[in-house]
Protein backbone atom coordinates (compact mmCIF):
# COMPACT_ATOMS: atom_id res chain seq x y z
CA UNK A 1 0.00 0.00 0.00
CA UNK A 2 1.76 3.54 -0.97
CA UNK A 3 1.41 5.97 1.74
CA UNK A 4 1.31 9.82 0.83
CA UNK A 5 2.32 11.59 3.61
CA UNK A 6 0.14 14.59 4.16
CA UNK A 7 2.35 17.27 6.19
CA UNK A 8 3.38 19.61 4.11
CA UNK A 9 0.64 21.60 3.51
CA UNK A 10 0.06 25.24 3.54
CA UNK A 11 -3.45 24.76 5.08
CA UNK A 12 -1.84 23.26 8.80
CA UNK A 13 -1.16 25.04 10.74
CA UNK A 14 2.13 26.93 10.91
CA UNK A 15 2.92 25.00 6.92
CA UNK A 16 2.16 28.39 5.33
CA UNK A 17 4.72 30.17 7.79
CA UNK A 18 7.71 28.57 6.83
CA UNK A 19 6.93 28.34 3.28
CA UNK A 20 6.65 32.71 3.13
CA UNK A 21 9.81 32.18 5.56
CA UNK A 22 11.19 30.06 2.73
CA UNK A 23 12.81 27.83 5.73
CA UNK A 24 13.73 25.09 4.04
CA UNK A 25 15.30 23.27 7.29
CA UNK A 26 12.17 22.84 8.58
CA UNK A 27 10.49 21.68 4.93
CA UNK A 28 14.07 19.14 5.24
CA UNK A 29 12.99 17.85 8.19
CA UNK A 30 9.18 17.23 7.59
CA UNK A 31 10.02 15.47 4.53
CA UNK A 32 12.85 13.43 6.19
CA UNK A 33 10.42 12.51 8.72
CA UNK A 34 7.90 11.31 6.72
CA UNK A 35 10.04 9.13 4.77
CA UNK A 36 11.48 7.55 7.76
CA UNK A 37 8.06 6.95 8.97
CA UNK A 38 7.17 5.00 5.67
CA UNK A 39 5.87 7.43 3.02
CA UNK A 40 5.92 6.93 -0.57
CA UNK A 41 4.91 9.93 -1.95
CA UNK A 42 5.12 13.49 -0.47
CA UNK A 43 2.59 15.81 -0.76
CA UNK A 44 3.04 19.14 -0.95
CA UNK A 45 0.57 21.93 -1.07
CA UNK A 46 1.59 25.46 -1.28
CA UNK A 47 -1.36 26.78 -0.35
CA UNK A 48 -3.70 26.53 -3.19
CA UNK A 49 -4.86 29.81 -4.47
CA UNK A 50 -2.18 32.20 -3.17
CA UNK A 51 -0.50 34.92 -5.33
CA UNK A 52 2.41 32.86 -5.26
CA UNK A 53 1.62 29.80 -5.19
CA UNK A 54 3.31 28.56 -8.83
CA UNK A 55 6.73 30.12 -7.44
CA UNK A 56 6.23 28.19 -3.77
CA UNK A 57 5.00 24.92 -5.25
CA UNK A 58 8.40 24.63 -7.48
CA UNK A 59 10.54 25.74 -4.10
CA UNK A 60 8.96 23.08 -1.92
CA UNK A 61 9.31 20.29 -4.78
CA UNK A 62 13.43 21.70 -4.86
CA UNK A 63 13.67 22.09 -0.98
CA UNK A 64 11.72 18.17 -0.24
CA UNK A 65 13.90 16.71 -3.19
CA UNK A 66 17.24 17.89 -1.96
CA UNK A 67 15.85 16.27 1.45
CA UNK A 68 14.52 12.99 0.16
CA UNK A 69 15.03 10.92 -2.74
CA UNK A 70 11.17 10.51 -3.39
CA UNK A 71 8.73 11.82 -5.26
CA UNK A 72 6.07 14.78 -4.26
CA UNK A 73 2.68 14.48 -4.91
CA UNK A 74 1.90 17.59 -6.35
CA UNK A 75 -1.12 19.18 -4.60
CA UNK A 76 -3.20 22.49 -6.61
CA UNK A 77 -6.07 22.82 -9.03
CA UNK A 78 -3.78 25.09 -10.70
CA UNK A 79 -2.02 24.25 -14.10
CA UNK A 80 0.81 26.99 -14.00
CA UNK A 81 1.48 26.01 -10.68
CA UNK A 82 1.98 22.06 -11.38
CA UNK A 83 3.48 23.31 -14.50
CA UNK A 84 6.85 25.13 -12.98
CA UNK A 85 6.63 22.29 -10.09
CA UNK A 86 6.75 19.70 -12.71
CA UNK A 87 9.84 21.43 -14.43
CA UNK A 88 11.97 21.12 -11.48
CA UNK A 89 10.84 17.95 -9.76
CA UNK A 90 12.94 14.81 -10.07
CA UNK A 91 11.21 12.14 -11.35
CA UNK A 92 7.44 10.92 -12.02
CA UNK A 93 5.51 13.03 -9.58
CA UNK A 94 2.09 12.71 -8.64
CA UNK A 95 -0.14 15.11 -9.32
CA UNK A 96 -3.41 15.95 -7.18
CA UNK A 97 -5.70 16.13 -8.49
CA UNK A 98 -7.74 15.87 -11.95
CA UNK A 99 -11.46 15.78 -11.46
CA UNK A 100 -14.41 15.61 -14.15
CA UNK A 101 -15.03 19.56 -13.13
CA UNK A 102 -14.79 20.98 -16.89
CA UNK A 103 -12.49 23.84 -15.37
CA UNK A 104 -9.66 21.44 -13.79
CA UNK A 105 -10.11 18.70 -16.57
CA UNK A 106 -9.72 21.09 -19.35
CA UNK A 107 -6.86 22.83 -17.50
CA UNK A 108 -5.19 19.44 -16.10
CA UNK A 109 -5.28 17.07 -18.84
CA UNK A 110 -2.67 18.53 -21.22
CA UNK A 111 0.02 18.80 -18.58
CA UNK A 112 -0.53 15.00 -18.12
CA UNK A 113 -0.54 13.95 -22.03
CA UNK A 114 2.54 11.89 -22.46
CA UNK A 115 4.55 12.30 -19.42
CA UNK A 116 4.91 9.31 -16.81
CA UNK A 117 3.36 11.17 -13.86
CA UNK A 118 0.73 9.58 -11.83
CA UNK A 119 -2.69 11.30 -10.99
CA UNK A 120 -5.44 11.77 -8.67
CA UNK A 121 -8.64 11.06 -10.15
CA UNK A 122 -10.79 13.18 -7.36
CA UNK A 123 -14.61 11.40 -8.22
CA UNK A 124 -15.94 15.13 -8.48
CA UNK A 125 -18.27 16.59 -11.55
CA UNK A 126 -19.94 19.66 -12.23
CA UNK A 127 -23.03 18.38 -10.79
CA UNK A 128 -21.01 18.16 -7.67
CA UNK A 129 -20.12 15.72 -5.00
CA UNK A 130 -21.27 11.87 -5.29
CA UNK A 131 -24.13 11.02 -2.85
CA UNK A 132 -24.21 6.99 -3.68
CA UNK A 133 -22.08 4.36 -4.82
CA UNK A 134 -23.42 4.14 -8.12
CA UNK A 135 -23.13 8.10 -8.76
CA UNK A 136 -19.42 7.28 -7.85
CA UNK A 137 -18.58 4.57 -10.47
CA UNK A 138 -19.80 6.34 -12.82
CA UNK A 139 -17.73 9.68 -12.16
CA UNK A 140 -15.25 7.01 -11.89
CA UNK A 141 -15.50 5.40 -15.52
CA UNK A 142 -15.56 8.78 -17.32
CA UNK A 143 -12.13 9.92 -15.59
CA UNK A 144 -10.82 6.55 -16.04
CA UNK A 145 -12.14 6.34 -19.81
CA UNK A 146 -11.17 9.76 -20.43
CA UNK A 147 -7.30 9.57 -18.89
CA UNK A 148 -6.40 6.15 -20.82
CA UNK A 149 -8.17 8.13 -23.87
CA UNK A 150 -5.21 11.00 -23.28
CA UNK A 151 -2.85 8.40 -22.75
CA UNK A 152 -2.28 7.75 -19.22
CA UNK A 153 -1.62 4.37 -17.88
CA UNK A 154 -4.40 2.77 -15.76
CA UNK A 155 -1.36 1.36 -13.14
CA UNK A 156 -0.95 5.59 -13.31
CA UNK A 157 -4.78 6.67 -12.45
CA UNK A 158 -4.92 6.74 -8.63
CA UNK A 159 -9.05 6.96 -8.25
CA UNK A 160 -10.02 8.78 -4.93
CA UNK A 161 -13.76 7.57 -4.11
CA UNK A 162 -14.35 10.75 -1.60
CA UNK A 163 -14.61 9.82 1.81
CA UNK A 164 -17.77 11.95 2.71
CA UNK A 165 -18.90 12.85 6.91
CA UNK A 166 -21.34 10.04 7.94
CA UNK A 167 -22.80 12.60 10.24
CA UNK A 168 -23.86 14.19 7.43
CA UNK A 169 -25.88 11.26 5.73
CA UNK A 170 -25.16 7.55 7.71
CA UNK A 171 -24.89 5.71 3.68
CA UNK A 172 -21.61 8.06 2.93
CA UNK A 173 -19.51 5.40 4.78
CA UNK A 174 -20.66 2.23 2.72
CA UNK A 175 -21.15 4.37 -0.45
CA UNK A 176 -17.36 4.94 -0.32
CA UNK A 177 -16.59 1.57 0.61
CA UNK A 178 -18.26 -0.05 -1.51
CA UNK A 179 -16.98 2.45 -4.08
CA UNK A 180 -13.72 1.02 -3.43
CA UNK A 181 -14.34 -2.62 -4.32
CA UNK A 182 -16.33 -2.06 -7.21
CA UNK A 183 -13.83 0.26 -8.78
CA UNK A 184 -11.13 -2.55 -8.26
CA UNK A 185 -13.38 -5.25 -9.84
CA UNK A 186 -14.23 -3.28 -13.12
CA UNK A 187 -10.64 -1.50 -13.41
CA UNK A 188 -8.36 -4.44 -11.78
CA UNK A 189 -5.15 -2.17 -12.82
CA UNK A 190 -6.54 0.66 -11.93
CA UNK A 191 -5.37 2.22 -8.06
CA UNK A 192 -7.72 3.40 -5.28
CA UNK A 193 -6.62 6.05 -3.16
CA UNK A 194 -8.54 8.19 -0.41
CA UNK A 195 -7.79 10.68 2.55
CA UNK A 196 -9.28 9.92 5.81
CA UNK A 197 -10.30 13.09 7.91
CA UNK A 198 -13.68 14.17 6.14
CA UNK A 199 -15.45 11.08 7.52
CA UNK A 200 -15.18 12.61 10.50
CA UNK A 201 -16.28 16.22 10.02
CA UNK A 202 -18.85 17.03 12.58
CA UNK A 203 -18.23 14.17 15.07
CA UNK A 204 -16.26 14.50 18.25
CA UNK A 205 -13.00 12.45 18.87
CA UNK A 206 -12.25 12.89 15.09
CA UNK A 207 -9.00 10.44 15.21
CA UNK A 208 -10.99 7.89 16.28
CA UNK A 209 -13.25 7.63 13.26
CA UNK A 210 -10.27 8.10 11.13
CA UNK A 211 -8.06 5.30 12.45
CA UNK A 212 -11.16 2.82 12.33
CA UNK A 213 -12.06 4.05 8.55
CA UNK A 214 -8.70 2.87 7.12
CA UNK A 215 -8.92 -1.13 7.84
CA UNK A 216 -12.22 -1.15 6.73
CA UNK A 217 -10.99 0.75 3.02
CA UNK A 218 -7.55 -1.80 3.62
CA UNK A 219 -9.52 -4.63 3.67
CA UNK A 220 -11.64 -3.40 0.50
CA UNK A 221 -8.64 -2.95 -1.67
CA UNK A 222 -7.56 0.81 -1.19
CA UNK A 223 -4.09 0.91 -2.69
CA UNK A 224 -3.01 4.51 -1.48
CA UNK A 225 -4.05 6.51 1.20
CA UNK A 226 -2.89 9.90 2.77
CA UNK A 227 -2.39 10.79 5.66
CA UNK A 228 0.03 11.85 8.68
CA UNK A 229 2.82 8.76 8.37
CA UNK A 230 4.16 10.05 11.42
CA UNK A 231 0.98 9.22 13.75
CA UNK A 232 1.98 5.69 15.10
CA UNK A 233 -1.22 4.59 16.30
CA UNK A 234 -2.81 5.35 12.42
CA UNK A 235 0.56 3.18 11.05
CA UNK A 236 -0.07 0.53 13.51
CA UNK A 237 -3.38 0.07 12.61
CA UNK A 238 -2.32 0.24 8.90
CA UNK A 239 -0.01 -2.37 9.29
CA UNK A 240 -2.36 -4.96 11.44
CA UNK A 241 -4.80 -4.45 8.41
CA UNK A 242 -2.44 -5.02 5.93
CA UNK A 243 -1.42 -8.27 8.14
CA UNK A 244 -5.31 -9.28 8.08
CA UNK A 245 -6.19 -8.91 4.84
CA UNK A 246 -3.32 -11.10 2.92
CA UNK A 247 -1.15 -7.81 2.08
CA UNK A 248 1.81 -8.59 4.84
CA UNK A 249 1.94 -11.83 4.06
CA UNK A 250 3.01 -14.02 7.33
CA UNK A 251 2.90 -10.01 9.34
CA UNK A 252 6.31 -9.79 8.47
CA UNK A 253 6.42 -5.85 7.56
CA UNK A 254 3.98 -6.08 10.93
CA UNK A 255 6.63 -8.07 13.22
CA UNK A 256 9.44 -6.09 11.84
CA UNK A 257 7.64 -2.39 12.55
CA UNK A 258 6.78 -4.11 16.32
CA UNK A 259 10.51 -4.85 16.52
CA UNK A 260 11.88 -1.24 15.53
CA UNK A 261 9.29 -0.08 17.68
CA UNK A 262 7.00 1.12 15.12
CA UNK A 263 3.74 -0.30 16.90
CA UNK A 264 1.52 1.05 19.63
CA UNK A 265 -1.65 -0.50 20.33
CA UNK B 1 -24.86 -5.83 16.90
CA UNK B 2 -24.89 -8.05 19.97
CA UNK B 3 -22.39 -7.81 22.38
CA UNK B 4 -21.44 -11.36 24.18
CA UNK B 5 -19.29 -10.42 27.63
CA UNK B 6 -16.33 -12.89 27.71
CA UNK B 7 -14.89 -12.26 31.24
CA UNK B 8 -16.89 -14.99 33.06
CA UNK B 9 -14.50 -18.22 31.85
CA UNK B 10 -12.92 -20.38 33.82
CA UNK B 11 -10.04 -20.65 31.66
CA UNK B 12 -9.20 -16.58 32.41
CA UNK B 13 -6.57 -16.55 34.97
CA UNK B 14 -8.80 -15.87 38.67
CA UNK B 15 -11.75 -16.78 37.32
CA UNK B 16 -11.40 -20.94 37.97
CA UNK B 17 -10.55 -20.21 41.75
CA UNK B 18 -13.64 -17.32 42.32
CA UNK B 19 -16.49 -20.19 40.80
CA UNK B 20 -14.13 -23.19 43.41
CA UNK B 21 -14.47 -20.59 45.95
CA UNK B 22 -18.23 -19.73 45.11
CA UNK B 23 -17.57 -16.38 45.52
CA UNK B 24 -20.74 -14.79 44.12
CA UNK B 25 -19.70 -11.27 44.91
CA UNK B 26 -17.25 -11.20 42.53
CA UNK B 27 -19.57 -12.65 39.70
CA UNK B 28 -22.14 -10.27 40.71
CA UNK B 29 -19.55 -7.53 39.82
CA UNK B 30 -18.34 -9.13 36.80
CA UNK B 31 -21.59 -9.51 35.40
CA UNK B 32 -22.73 -6.18 36.07
CA UNK B 33 -19.69 -4.41 34.91
CA UNK B 34 -20.27 -6.14 31.45
CA UNK B 35 -23.61 -5.42 31.25
CA UNK B 36 -22.53 -1.92 32.54
CA UNK B 37 -20.30 -1.76 29.31
CA UNK B 38 -22.85 -2.76 27.10
CA UNK B 39 -22.77 -6.33 27.08
CA UNK B 40 -26.44 -8.01 25.74
CA UNK B 41 -25.30 -11.43 26.68
CA UNK B 42 -23.09 -12.94 29.14
CA UNK B 43 -20.41 -15.90 28.67
CA UNK B 44 -20.67 -18.51 31.30
CA UNK B 45 -17.76 -20.99 31.22
CA UNK B 46 -17.35 -22.86 34.26
CA UNK B 47 -14.22 -25.20 33.30
CA UNK B 48 -15.37 -27.19 30.51
CA UNK B 49 -14.15 -30.81 31.25
CA UNK B 50 -13.61 -30.18 34.88
CA UNK B 51 -15.34 -32.61 37.29
CA UNK B 52 -17.95 -30.03 38.72
CA UNK B 53 -18.51 -28.36 36.06
CA UNK B 54 -22.59 -29.35 35.72
CA UNK B 55 -22.36 -27.95 38.71
CA UNK B 56 -20.82 -25.03 38.59
CA UNK B 57 -22.04 -24.02 35.42
CA UNK B 58 -25.57 -24.03 36.76
CA UNK B 59 -24.33 -21.81 39.78
CA UNK B 60 -23.01 -19.66 37.22
CA UNK B 61 -26.11 -18.73 35.48
CA UNK B 62 -27.92 -18.96 39.04
CA UNK B 63 -25.31 -16.26 40.59
CA UNK B 64 -25.35 -14.41 36.73
CA UNK B 65 -29.15 -13.90 37.06
CA UNK B 66 -29.62 -13.01 40.31
CA UNK B 67 -27.33 -9.74 40.08
CA UNK B 68 -28.76 -8.59 36.17
CA UNK B 69 -31.15 -9.03 33.74
CA UNK B 70 -29.76 -10.55 31.12
CA UNK B 71 -29.05 -13.76 29.08
CA UNK B 72 -26.63 -16.14 29.45
CA UNK B 73 -24.67 -17.72 26.68
CA UNK B 74 -23.88 -21.08 28.15
CA UNK B 75 -20.09 -21.69 27.12
CA UNK B 76 -19.50 -25.80 27.00
CA UNK B 77 -19.22 -28.95 25.18
CA UNK B 78 -21.45 -31.23 27.51
CA UNK B 79 -24.45 -31.60 27.30
CA UNK B 80 -25.35 -32.68 30.75
CA UNK B 81 -24.05 -29.49 32.55
CA UNK B 82 -25.71 -27.55 29.30
CA UNK B 83 -28.80 -29.50 30.54
CA UNK B 84 -28.54 -28.69 34.26
CA UNK B 85 -27.70 -25.06 33.40
CA UNK B 86 -30.78 -24.72 31.41
CA UNK B 87 -32.54 -25.84 34.04
CA UNK B 88 -32.14 -22.77 36.22
CA UNK B 89 -31.85 -19.82 33.17
CA UNK B 90 -34.63 -17.45 33.16
CA UNK B 91 -35.52 -16.84 29.60
CA UNK B 92 -33.91 -18.23 26.63
CA UNK B 93 -30.26 -18.42 27.05
CA UNK B 94 -27.64 -18.84 24.02
CA UNK B 95 -25.71 -22.18 23.71
CA UNK B 96 -22.12 -21.79 22.83
CA UNK B 97 -21.52 -24.22 20.60
CA UNK B 98 -22.62 -27.02 18.31
CA UNK B 99 -20.48 -27.79 15.57
CA UNK B 100 -20.49 -30.55 13.12
CA UNK B 101 -18.40 -33.37 15.26
CA UNK B 102 -20.49 -35.89 14.99
CA UNK B 103 -19.97 -36.53 19.15
CA UNK B 104 -21.06 -32.26 19.38
CA UNK B 105 -23.92 -32.78 17.05
CA UNK B 106 -25.17 -35.58 18.40
CA UNK B 107 -25.16 -34.86 22.13
CA UNK B 108 -26.52 -30.98 21.61
CA UNK B 109 -29.00 -31.06 19.17
CA UNK B 110 -31.68 -33.06 21.67
CA UNK B 111 -31.24 -30.27 23.85
CA UNK B 112 -31.41 -27.47 21.58
CA UNK B 113 -35.21 -29.02 19.79
CA UNK B 114 -38.34 -27.40 20.62
CA UNK B 115 -36.47 -24.44 22.65
CA UNK B 116 -36.53 -20.82 21.98
CA UNK B 117 -32.56 -20.85 22.81
CA UNK B 118 -29.85 -19.49 20.33
CA UNK B 119 -27.14 -21.11 19.35
CA UNK B 120 -23.30 -20.61 18.24
CA UNK B 121 -22.41 -23.06 15.67
CA UNK B 122 -19.08 -23.19 14.85
CA UNK B 123 -18.03 -23.93 11.65
CA UNK B 124 -15.64 -26.82 12.21
CA UNK B 125 -16.39 -30.75 11.45
CA UNK B 126 -15.08 -34.29 11.95
CA UNK B 127 -12.54 -33.35 8.93
CA UNK B 128 -11.22 -30.73 11.23
CA UNK B 129 -10.75 -26.64 10.74
CA UNK B 130 -11.72 -25.24 7.29
CA UNK B 131 -9.29 -23.26 5.91
CA UNK B 132 -10.61 -21.48 3.10
CA UNK B 133 -13.99 -19.44 2.63
CA UNK B 134 -15.79 -22.34 0.83
CA UNK B 135 -14.87 -25.07 3.45
CA UNK B 136 -16.17 -22.41 6.14
CA UNK B 137 -19.67 -21.84 3.31
CA UNK B 138 -19.97 -25.97 2.83
CA UNK B 139 -19.95 -26.30 7.07
CA UNK B 140 -22.10 -23.21 7.79
CA UNK B 141 -24.52 -25.01 5.14
CA UNK B 142 -25.15 -28.22 6.83
CA UNK B 143 -25.27 -26.73 10.13
CA UNK B 144 -28.11 -24.22 9.11
CA UNK B 145 -29.75 -27.00 7.34
CA UNK B 146 -29.14 -29.47 10.08
CA UNK B 147 -30.74 -26.70 12.89
CA UNK B 148 -33.30 -25.60 10.93
CA UNK B 149 -34.30 -28.98 10.14
CA UNK B 150 -34.51 -29.86 13.84
CA UNK B 151 -37.33 -26.80 14.15
CA UNK B 152 -34.74 -23.88 15.01
CA UNK B 153 -35.71 -20.40 13.65
CA UNK B 154 -32.77 -18.97 11.51
CA UNK B 155 -32.75 -15.76 13.15
CA UNK B 156 -31.94 -18.00 16.65
CA UNK B 157 -28.75 -19.43 14.70
CA UNK B 158 -25.33 -17.43 15.00
CA UNK B 159 -23.06 -19.07 12.49
CA UNK B 160 -18.77 -18.78 14.05
CA UNK B 161 -16.96 -18.86 10.64
CA UNK B 162 -14.22 -19.33 13.04
CA UNK B 163 -11.30 -16.74 13.18
CA UNK B 164 -8.22 -18.52 12.79
CA UNK B 165 -4.56 -16.97 13.53
CA UNK B 166 -3.19 -14.91 9.95
CA UNK B 167 0.36 -15.72 11.62
CA UNK B 168 -0.11 -19.08 10.68
CA UNK B 169 -1.73 -18.76 7.36
CA UNK B 170 -2.39 -15.28 5.82
CA UNK B 171 -5.25 -15.95 4.09
CA UNK B 172 -7.47 -16.71 7.04
CA UNK B 173 -8.08 -13.12 7.55
CA UNK B 174 -9.97 -13.20 4.02
CA UNK B 175 -10.89 -16.28 4.75
CA UNK B 176 -12.88 -15.54 7.48
CA UNK B 177 -14.03 -12.37 6.49
CA UNK B 178 -15.07 -13.36 3.47
CA UNK B 179 -17.37 -16.00 4.81
CA UNK B 180 -18.95 -13.14 7.05
CA UNK B 181 -20.03 -11.68 4.03
CA UNK B 182 -20.94 -14.79 1.93
CA UNK B 183 -23.18 -16.42 4.64
CA UNK B 184 -25.13 -13.36 5.15
CA UNK B 185 -25.61 -13.43 1.39
CA UNK B 186 -26.57 -16.67 1.18
CA UNK B 187 -28.54 -17.06 4.74
CA UNK B 188 -29.96 -12.97 5.52
CA UNK B 189 -31.55 -14.33 8.48
CA UNK B 190 -28.94 -16.43 9.88
CA UNK B 191 -26.51 -14.22 12.68
CA UNK B 192 -22.77 -14.09 12.43
CA UNK B 193 -21.01 -14.10 15.69
CA UNK B 194 -17.57 -14.39 15.97
CA UNK B 195 -14.38 -14.25 18.94
CA UNK B 196 -11.21 -12.00 18.12
CA UNK B 197 -8.40 -13.51 19.54
CA UNK B 198 -7.46 -16.17 17.91
CA UNK B 199 -6.81 -13.98 15.13
CA UNK B 200 -2.94 -12.83 16.78
CA UNK B 201 -2.00 -15.70 17.79
CA UNK B 202 1.56 -15.96 17.58
CA UNK B 203 2.35 -12.24 16.97
CA UNK B 204 3.33 -9.52 19.08
CA UNK B 205 0.72 -6.19 20.84
CA UNK B 206 -2.26 -9.30 20.18
CA UNK B 207 -4.48 -6.52 20.77
CA UNK B 208 -3.38 -3.96 18.05
CA UNK B 209 -4.82 -7.27 15.65
CA UNK B 210 -7.95 -8.30 17.41
CA UNK B 211 -9.18 -4.67 17.91
CA UNK B 212 -8.32 -4.20 14.17
CA UNK B 213 -10.45 -7.08 12.79
CA UNK B 214 -13.34 -5.72 14.52
CA UNK B 215 -13.97 -3.12 11.98
CA UNK B 216 -13.45 -5.05 9.58
CA UNK B 217 -15.77 -8.12 10.14
CA UNK B 218 -18.53 -4.76 11.53
CA UNK B 219 -18.33 -4.01 7.99
CA UNK B 220 -18.65 -6.99 6.36
CA UNK B 221 -21.83 -7.26 8.75
CA UNK B 222 -20.89 -9.57 11.66
CA UNK B 223 -24.08 -9.42 13.99
CA UNK B 224 -22.62 -10.66 17.64
CA UNK B 225 -18.96 -10.56 18.99
CA UNK B 226 -17.66 -12.04 22.13
CA UNK B 227 -15.18 -10.05 23.76
CA UNK B 228 -14.43 -7.64 27.13
CA UNK B 229 -16.75 -4.98 26.94
CA UNK B 230 -14.79 -3.26 29.48
CA UNK B 231 -12.26 -2.62 27.28
CA UNK B 232 -12.85 0.87 26.56
CA UNK B 233 -10.80 1.01 23.55
CA UNK B 234 -11.86 -2.37 21.47
CA UNK B 235 -15.38 -0.66 22.39
CA UNK B 236 -14.88 2.53 20.79
CA UNK B 237 -13.24 0.73 18.01
CA UNK B 238 -16.72 -1.11 17.55
CA UNK B 239 -18.90 2.27 17.22
CA UNK B 240 -16.75 3.99 15.65
CA UNK B 241 -17.19 1.02 13.03
CA UNK B 242 -20.69 1.39 13.51
CA UNK B 243 -20.80 4.66 12.64
CA UNK B 244 -18.97 4.21 9.50
CA UNK B 245 -20.82 1.43 8.29
CA UNK B 246 -24.29 2.57 8.67
CA UNK B 247 -25.21 0.30 11.67
CA UNK B 248 -26.03 4.06 13.93
CA UNK B 249 -27.53 5.66 12.22
CA UNK B 250 -25.62 9.86 12.51
CA UNK B 251 -23.79 8.64 14.70
CA UNK B 252 -26.07 9.63 17.34
CA UNK B 253 -24.83 5.41 19.86
CA UNK B 254 -20.77 7.06 19.07
CA UNK B 255 -22.43 10.74 19.73
CA UNK B 256 -23.96 9.38 23.47
CA UNK B 257 -20.93 6.97 24.47
CA UNK B 258 -18.36 10.23 23.85
CA UNK B 259 -21.09 12.38 26.01
CA UNK B 260 -20.65 8.99 28.92
CA UNK B 261 -17.45 9.66 28.80
CA UNK B 262 -17.12 5.94 27.41
CA UNK B 263 -15.43 6.55 24.39
CA UNK B 264 -11.08 6.47 24.01
CA UNK B 265 -9.00 7.01 21.17
Not at 4 to 21: D, F, T, W, Y
Not at 26 to 55: F, R
Amino acid sequence: LLIVGELINASRPGVAKLISQGNSEAIHEMAASQIEAGADYLDVNAGTGSKSEAESLAWLVQTVQSAVDAPCCLDSPDPKALEQALAVHNGPAMINSISLEKQRWDGLLPLLKGTPCSVVALCVSDEGMPETTDQRLKIADRLIHGLTAAGLEPENIFVDPLVQPVSVNPSYGPAFLNAVSEIKNRFPKVKIICGLSNASFGLPLRFLINRTLLPMAVERGLDAVILDPTDRKLMSGLRAALALSNRDPHAMGYVRAFRAGGLEE
